[in-house]
């Protein structure tokens, strides 16, 4: 499995396995040859990002393999699903 990190300006997180890397690429892209426009995008934990990137903002991003982790997963992992514990 692969991790993908973004950082923006200095600020880092995880994005969600399920965030399509490819479309935030291109979405950055966009707003950086503008004045400034929003991006969002999810992390880990599920959390929706926006982020307000303008011609001036530093964007790295960066990917590593990993050992699968179900935690790393973000829009389909529902933090307010009740544990079920086994008998």
């Known amino acids: 499995m692969e991790r993908t990190e973004i950082l923006i300006d ?20 966009t707003a950086a040859n503008g004045p400034a426009a929003f991006v969002e995008f ?21 990917t590593e393999t990993v050992q699968h982790d179900p935690v790393t997963r973000g829009t389909k992992l529902s933090l307010r699903r009740p544990l079920r514990l086994r008998p």
């Open 10 to 29: 200095g600020v880092s997180a995880h994005l969600a396995q399920e965030q399509d890397l490819v479309e935030l690429l291109r979405q950055i892209e």
């Open 42 to 62: 999810v992390v880990v934990g599920n959390r929706r990002v926006k982020v307000l990137i303008t011609p001036r903002s530093r964007v790295v991003i960066s």
